[in-house]
Structure formats: C-alpha cells, structure tokens
C-alpha cells in the first residue's frame, strides 16, 4: 500500500530539474513496479489455488465420488495394460486373462448372460397353487376333458414383519410334602445382564440395527412403540453399553490375536462425546481402527481415545512387531520408526491427492492431460496388476513374484518421473502438494513390494471404518466415554464378524446366548468369530 501511495503521489510534487536525483527517481519507480508486479503475481497464485479448493469443495459436495477418468487420457502412455487398468469397468463382467499374461488386443472379452439372480435355495417356499375351475377345462374344439401336461413356476420375495413376543420363564418349585424343607427350585439360562428385559435375540437386534445398520435408538424405540412396546432410548442405550462391556474378555483375545499377526493397517476417525472429563462437549475425540489377522481369521479392532496424538498408536501398538499400514498422517511416525516395525505407506491417499488436482481446474472443455494425469496412468498401471492378482485369488508367494517383475519397474519410472516433476512445479500449490506427498511418502509407499501379504493400500481399514462414519451420521454423538467404549466393542465383534464371512446378527445372538455360561479362557476362544461353529448360528 506505500508503494501505491508513493507512485499516486508523483503528480503532487515537482520533478527535479536535477539529473542524478532525476536517475534516483526513476530507479526507485522500477523498484516499486517491480515490487507491485511480484506482489500482483502472488495474489493471482493465491487466488488460483483458493480457486481451486473451491472447485475441490464443490466436486465433493455434488460431483462423483468415483476417482475415474476419461480413459482417453491414457493416450500419454502407449501401453494396454495401462489401458486396462484404469478404462471405466463395463457393465457386463468379463473374463479376466491369468496372472502374468499380457492382454492381447485381438483378445475378445466374453460376456456373461445378464439376468435375474435365481432366489437363493435356502430360503423357505410356500407354493400357491393356482388352477382353472372345473368349468374351464373343456376342450374349446371337441369338448373333451383337459388333462395337466405341465407347469409354469415364478418366484416372489415375500417379507414377515419384526414380530415381538414375550418369552415366560416358569421356574417350578418342589418340596417335600412331609418335613415342609429343602424347597429345590429348576434354574433358568443365565442372561448376559443380570435382570436383563431384552433376550439374547432382541439385544442382538438392538445392536446390529444401531452399528451395523445406522438406525440410531431413538428411532428404534419409536418403531418398538408401533408394535406396542414401549422401550425407552435411555432403556435401549443401557443395554447396549452393559453389552459392550461384557464382550470385554473377546475383545482382549482379540487384540493379543492381531498383535502376534504381525501385519497391522490403522486409521482414525472423528466422534464426539458429550460428556468427557475436563473437556467441553463440543471437543473433538478420535475412533482408532486397526485391521489385521490372517486369511483365514480377520480382526477388526476399535478403540476410543479423547487423543489423535501419537501416543495413542504407540499405547495400541505396544509390543507389535511386524509391518504397519498408515496413511501420511505425522501421528503416526514416531510408532513407525521404531526398530521392530516396518512402516508401509497408502497409494490410495498419494492417488487421491493427484485427482484432488484435476478436480481443482473444474471442468474444462477440451482440457489436455496434465502432470496429475500422468501421475494417475502410472498409479492406475499399479492397481492393474493389483486387480489382475486379486481376481486371479493370487497366493502372497505370486503376489510377491509379480509385483517384483511388473510393478518394480514402473515404480522406479514413476520415481524419476515424480523428481523431475517436482522441481518445476510449485510447492505452495495444489499440484505441488500431491508431488510433495509422493515424494515425502515414497520410502514408504514401495514398501508394499517386500511382502505378498500386504496391500497396495489402506483400503480395508477404511472400508471398516465406513459403517462407523455412516452410523455417526445417524446418531452423531456419545453421551458418555462409557458409551463410545462400549460403542468401540460392539463395532469391533460385528465388523469382526463381516470380515470373517458371519452374518452379524446371527453371531451376536450367538454370542449373547453363550457368553454368560463361558468359563475358561478355551470357553471365551470358541466364541472369537473365526472360531464360533457356523452351524451353531443357524440355531435360535
């Protein structure tokens, strides 16, 4: 703003007559022109990267949330692998070619039939059969009776409302009719809270509703009180925190299982909790998430902390050894260097930075492929080869093998790509950001290529802490750290139970049912969703 005065003040006051402090004058003007046009420069990149963060905003708020491109701008790489990946997935599934082999583009895709999927054979029929009245079946030609030659079936869903029952346990009495003593009684299952209303079945209900399915307790008590039952919030919400504190002993075997993994990928998510010690209602506290386990036994784990520190990984993670999958989060670092742990990075966060940048230009008509364009045709080569192991149901031995030959090399050319990007391309802005992120995070990035066991990305903790975010939307808050702790149980056994193929209610009625009469530490395992008897499940 002084230089702007000075220069609107020239006309106000007489020029010298005098030739050096004429020079003077001149010099000190393209000084100040100078400064005006670095500082017009500045705000025209200021306004362009608010500009774009606008259009990023705008994208997330109504735009797609696919992160797909226009396939043609593959064009900047001649290579029909490159093609393959990233094209747009068609509508009709086709067979994809084995592991290691290249695709021929003679290579004619086959189409599976489309149609109606036939209704699943366990599902019980109830057949209406539906005849012609007598009247009717006479010949139209010569009168003569008709007789069946066959018939035609269609099948209907049909759907039996949530019906509530009250169950009466009569607990009969007996007593010796002479001496009037030792009055024996026959006992009742022990319930999972003491003087519990709800049975096994209906707490199992309560549950999955709210943290499987996003139905928050009040509007699960209105819909009890359509049947007739009036189940206050408070009544349904003290239920499901007794529940979540019982489960404890499984949570803990749990969490021992997944440590002695030694594969561990976590994320963070926000909850608020109302009332915390020390801390307004408004605060912002934090769900932990942690996936690990084996082929054979997943585990999903929540923890709640009023904390994003790093502290928080370094108290869940104590005693892991093993590879840890993150995001670029900084919370995370300091867990990460420790000795025994291999930190992996996500190159779903690197590539979403990299689409965050094409969002940010809005739409363009025409536009040409650029620098982020080139970055996502490499990522999308990556997730090729991902895709092409995943649906070929790859051992970690071939995923190894072939990430080595086929990703190794294009890795090392998006490296060289990534280092001369980066210094022609401004920091302070939002494609300078997506190369700083690459290239901040590339030691840790590659880090998928020691071993067949770990994924490209961070995608499975963040697909389980999906229904979280979701549910969150529906009930938005704790009341209590009681509450969220609870919460942080109960979320873990049922994505626990997804990720292990159960189906949630079916393993939490299950579970409520036997876990009063568990005993020993053998007692709580048989329990753990990997090793419950599916068979049982199917048993009300």
Request: net charge neutral.
């Amino acid at each position: 703003m002084q230089a702007m005065d000075t220069c609107s003040d020239i006309s106000s006051f007489d020029l010298p007559t005098d030739a050096s402090a004429l020079r003077e004058l001149v010099i000190s003007l393209r000084a100040q022109e100078q400064f005006l046009l670095a500082e017009k420069k500045q705000l025209e990149r200021h306004a362009e990267f608010l500009q774009g963060q606008l259009n990023i905003l705008m994208a997330r708020r109504f735009g797609r949330s696919s992160e797909k491109h226009d396939p043609r701008q593959l064009g900047l790489f001649d290579e029909a692998e490159t093609i393959q990946a990233t094209a747009p997935v068609d509508t009709e599934e086709q067979d994809a070619p084995p592991v290691g082999q290249e695709v021929s583009p003679s290579r004619k895709p086959v189409r599976k039939k489309r149609g109606r999927r036939p209704l699943p054979d366990w599902l019980p029929r109830v057949e209406i059969i539906h005849e012609l009245p007598e009247s009717e079946r006479k010949c139209d030609l010569d009168d003569e009776l008709l007789c069946e030659i066959g018939r035609e079936v269609s099948e209907q869903l049909d759907i039996i409302p949530a019906k509530v029952r009250v169950i009466r346990h009569v607990q009969i009495k007996y007593g010796c009719p002479h001496c009037h003593q030792g009055v024996k009684q026959a006992s009742q299952p022990r319930r999972l809270i003491p003087k519990m209303l709800a049975t096994a079945a209906l707490l199992a209900h309560v549950v999955v509703s709210k943290y499987a399915d996003g139905i928050p307790l009040y509007r699960q008590s209105g819909i009890l009180v359509r049947a007739g039952i009036d189940l206050p919030r408070n009544t349904l919400a003290n239920m499901a925190i007794k529940a979540g504190q019982a489960v404890q002993p499984l949570i803990n075997l749990m969490r021992d299982f997944i440590l002695d993994t030694g594969l561990i990928q976590m994320d963070e998510t926000t909850i608020q909790v109302l009332h915390e010690s020390a801390r307004p209602a408004t605060s912002k506290s934090y769900m932990w998430v942690q996936c690990g386990g084996t082929t054979e036994a997943r585990v999903v784990l929540f923890d709640y902390h009023a904390s994003r520190g790093g502290a928080v990984p370094k108290e869940l993670l104590s005693g892991f050894k093993g590879y840890l999958q993150t995001d670029g989060y900084d919370g995370y670092l300091a867990v990460g260097a420790d000795p025994g742990i291999v930190h992996v990075g996500c190159f779903a966060h690197a590539r979403r930075k990299f689409d965050e940048v094409i969002k940010s230009l809005g739409k363009i008509k025409d536009r040409k492929p650029g620098k982020a364009d080139e970055a996502l045709a490499f990522i999308g080569q990556l997730y090729g080869i991902e895709k092409e192991l995943r649906e070929a149901n790859a051992d970690p031995t071939t995923r190894h093998e072939v990430r080595k030959t086929r990703a190794g090399p294009i890795l090392d050319a998006l490296k060289s790509w990534a280092d001369q990007a980066i210094l022609t391309v401004p920091p302070k802005t939002i494609l300078g950001g997506a190369l700083g992120y690459l290239v901040t995070q590339w030691p840790r990035l590659i880090r998928y290529l020691d071993d067949g066991r770990l994924e490209i990305d961070n995608n499975r903790v963040e697909n389980a802490i999906r229904p979280f975010v979701v549910g969150r939307k529906g009930w938005l808050f704790s009341n209590s750290v009681r509450g969220a702790k609870a919460s942080a149980n109960l979320y873990s056994l049922i994505e626990t139970a997804k990720a292990n193929g159960l189906e949630p209610f079916a393993y939490l009625r299950h579970l409520f049912t036997k876990l009063p009469t568990a005993e020993t530490v053998d007692d709580f395992e048989s329990l753990l969703p990997w090793k419950v008897d599916q068979t049982a499940l199917s048993t009300p």
